[in-house]
């Protein structure tokens, strides 16, 4: 077995704990459908955003 190379070692693991990310990588497409069963109204609704906003 060969012997400890610390420089080497500690090279390795910042090189496998860096992480590129490229835009291929973003997911700019989405499919799908969303519903929404709400008895509240658009103005009930807007005032909860509005509320969790702030």
């Known amino acids: 077995m060969g012997a400890f190379d610390e420089v080497e070692y500690e ?5 496998n ?7 291929d990588d973003r ?3 989405y499919r799908g459908e969303v519903e929404y069963d709400s008895d509240e109204s658009t103005e009930e609704l807007l005032d909860q ?6």
Request: proline share 0%; charged share 50%.
């Open 11 to 15: 090279r390795r693991e910042r090189k």
């Open 17 to 23: 704990s860096e992480v590129e990310v490229s835009d």
């Open 27 to 29: 997911r700019t497409e």
């Open 49 to 54: 955003f509005k509320a969790i906003n702030s």
